[in-house]
C-alpha cells in the first residue's frame, strides 16, 4: 500500500453534549500523536485523563480525524489501547493518568495522501435515556467491547461471567474452562424468594444485592441490573425493530416523541445450558435483578425473537446476557 508521510496537528476535546447522554466531567489534554517510524501505517497517540472518578465506569476513548480542508470530522474505528506492552480492543477509561492508544491510520483511510491532519481524543460515557422517568441504558452489554457483541454470560447471581470461544464457555477471568451452565453450577437455583434473602443473594426490596448485581460488580458506581418492571416500561415506551447490525442480528429499541433519536441495540446472543450455546442469532435473553415470585429457581428476563418480545422468566442455571441501567429506579 501506497502511504505519504504527513504531519498531526492535535486538539483534544472533552466529551461532547448530548441531551439524551449524561456525562460527568473527565476531559482529555495533553494529546500528543506520532507516526511510527518507520512507518507503517500506525500513530501512537498520548493522552491525559483528569476529573475521572474512580467509582464510575462506562467511559470509553473515541478518536476523530478532521479533514483539514472541509473541517469533516469521522470517527475512526481501527483503535487500540496499549496497556502493559500489548494492544487491546478494550477502550474503557480505568483511571486519571497518562494514556496511550495506537491507531492504524491506513486500515481507516487506505492511501494517507493528507499533509496534515486534526486528532481529536474524547471520552464519552456511552448510556442513553430512552422515555422521561426512565433509566440511562447502557450501550453495550457486560464484557462487549461494542454493542453487537454478545458479551458475557451469567447465570442468575453469577457475577464470574463466561465468554463462549469455540466449543466452551470460558471464565471471564480465564480460571476455568469448558463451564456448565447446571442447576448444581448456579446456587441460586432451588430457592425461594425467603431463602434468597436470608442468604443475602436478594435485598429486603427483592432485587440482587450489590455484590450479587453483575452489572454492579463488573462496572461499579450506580451501575446495577434492570428490574421486571423496567423491562416491561422499555416494551411499553419503545419502538422495538428486529434488525441486523454488521452481520449481527438483534433489535433497535429506540424511543419515542422527545426520544425518538435515542436507541440502544440488544443483540440477539442467545443463552447458554450445559455446556453448549443455543440460539445465538435468532433469541435474545437479559437478565433483570428480580426472582420468579411463584416458583423458586427461576428469575425474570427480557426474552426475544423475530417479531416476539416480552418479560418472562427463566431457570436461573441459564448463562444470560446482562444490558446495564444507571438511575431512576422505581
Given at each position: 500500500?501506497?502511504?505519504?508521510?504527513?504531519?498531526?496537528?492535535?486538539?483534544?476535546f472533552?466529551?461532547?453534549?448530548?441531551?439524551?447522554?449524561?456525562?460527568?466531567?473527565?476531559?482529555?489534554?495533553?494529546?500528543?500523536?506520532?507516526?511510527?517510524?518507520?512507518?507503517?501505517?500506525?500513530?501512537?497517540?498520548?493522552?491525559?485523563?483528569?476529573?475521572?472518578?474512580?467509582?464510575?465506569?462506562?467511559?470509553?476513548?473515541f478518536?476523530?480525524?478532521?479533514?483539514?480542508?472541509?473541517?469533516?470530522?469521522?470517527?475512526?474505528?481501527?483503535?487500540?489501547?496499549?496497556?502493559?506492552?500489548?494492544?487491546?480492543?478494550?477502550?474503557?477509561?480505568?483511571?486519571?493518568?497518562?494514556?496511550?492508544?495506537?491507531?492504524?491510520?491506513?486500515a481507516?483511510?487506505?492511501?494517507?495522501?493528507?499533509?496534515?491532519?486534526?486528532?481529536?481524543?474524547?471520552?464519552?460515557?456511552?448510556?442513553?435515556?430512552l422515555?422521561?422517568?426512565?433509566?440511562?441504558?447502557?450501550?453495550?452489554?457486560?464484557?462487549?467491547?461494542?454493542?453487537?457483541?454478545?458479551?458475557?454470560?451469567?447465570?442468575?447471581?453469577d457475577?464470574m461471567?463466561?465468554?463462549?470461544?469455540?466449543?466452551?464457555?470460558?471464565?471471564?477471568?480465564?480460571?476455568?474452562?469448558?463451564?456448565?451452565?447446571?442447576?448444581?453450577?448456579?446456587?441460586?437455583?432451588?430457592?425461594?424468594?425467603?431463602?434468597?434473602?436470608?442468604?443475602?443473594?436478594?435485598?429486603?426490596?427483592?432485587?440482587?444485592?450489590?455484590?450479587?448485581?453483575?452489572?454492579?460488580?463488573?462496572?461499579?458506581?450506580?451501575?446495577?441490573?434492570?428490574?421486571?418492571?423496567?423491562?416491561?416500561?422499555?416494551?411499553?415506551?419503545?419502538?422495538?425493530?428486529?434488525?441486523?447490525?454488521?452481520?449481527?442480528?438483534?433489535?433497535?429499541?429506540?424511543?419515542?416523541?422527545?426520544?425518538?433519536?435515542?436507541?440502544?441495540?440488544?443483540?440477539?446472543?442467545?443463552?447458554?445450558?450445559?455446556?453448549y450455546?443455543?440460539?445465538?442469532?435468532?433469541?435474545?435473553?437479559?437478565?433483570?435483578?428480580?426472582?420468579?415470585?411463584?416458583?423458586?429457581?427461576?428469575?425474570?428476563?427480557?426474552?426475544?425473537?423475530?417479531?416476539?418480545?416480552?418479560?418472562?422468566?427463566?431457570?436461573?442455571?441459564?448463562?444470560?446476557?446482562?444490558?446495564?441501567?444507571?438511575?431512576?429506579?422505581?
Amino acid at each position: 500500500m501506497k502511504t505519504s508521510r504527513f504531519n498531526l496537528i492535535l486538539t483534544a476535546f472533552a466529551a461532547f453534549l448530548h441531551p439524551f447522554f449524561a456525562f460527568a466531567d473527565p476531559v482529555v489534554t495533553d494529546v500528543v500523536a506520532k507516526q511510527r517510524y518507520p512507518w507503517n501505517g500506525k500513530v501512537d497517540i498520548a493522552c491525559t485523563v483528569s476529573g475521572f472518578e474512580e467509582t464510575s465506569s462506562g467511559w470509553k476513548f473515541f478518536v476523530k480525524v478532521v479533514d483539514p480542508d472541509s473541517g469533516d470530522a469521522t470517527t475512526v474505528s481501527h483503535v487500540r489501547s496499549l496497556r502493559d506492552g500489548s494492544e487491546s480492543g478494550d477502550l474503557t477509561v480505568g483511571s486519571n493518568g497518562n494514556h496511550h492508544l495506537v491507531w492504524d491510520a491506513s486500515a481507516d483511510l487506505g492511501e494517507v495522501v493528507c499533509s496534515n491532519m486534526v486528532v481529536r481524543v474524547e471520552v464519552i460515557e456511552r448510556k442513553v435515556q430512552l422515555w422521561e422517568g426512565g433509566p440511562y441504558w447502557a450501550e453495550t452489554n457486560i464484557g462487549a467491547e461494542k454493542p453487537e457483541d454478545y458479551g458475557l454470560y451469567f447465570w442468575w447471581g453469577d457475577t464470574m461471567g463466561y465468554r463462549r470461544e469455540g466449543s466452551a464457555w470460558v471464565a471471564s477471568d480465564g480460571s476455568s474452562s469448558n463451564f456448565s451452565f447446571s442447576e448444581g453450577n448456579a446456587p441460586t437455583y432451588g430457592k425461594d424468594n425467603s431463602t434468597l434473602q436470608s442468604e443475602g443473594w436478594i435485598t429486603s426490596a427483592g432485587v440482587l444485592a450489590p455484590e450479587h448485581d453483575a452489572a454492579h460488580v463488573h462496572w461499579g458506581g450506580s451501575w446495577r441490573m434492570p428490574t421486571k418492571d423496567e423491562f416491561s416500561a422499555l416494551l411499553g415506551n419503545c419502538n422495538l425493530t428486529w434488525t441486523t447490525r454488521n452481520g449481527v442480528n438483534g433489535y433497535v429499541v429506540r424511543g419515542r416523541g422527545a426520544y425518538s433519536s435515542a436507541s440502544i441495540f440488544l443483540p440477539a446472543a442467545g443463552y447458554g445450558d450445559g455446556r453448549y450455546s443455543y440460539l445465538a442469532g435468532s433469541y435474545g435473553n437479559y437478565w433483570s435483578s428480580v426472582p420468579y415470585e411463584s416458583n423458586s429457581g427461576r428469575a425474570w428476563d427480557l426474552r426475544f425473537g423475530p417479531g416476539d418480545y416480552g418479560a418472562n422468566d427463566h431457570s436461573c442455571s441459564n448463562g444470560q446476557s446482562v444490558r446495564p441501567v444507571q438511575g431512576f429506579a422505581q
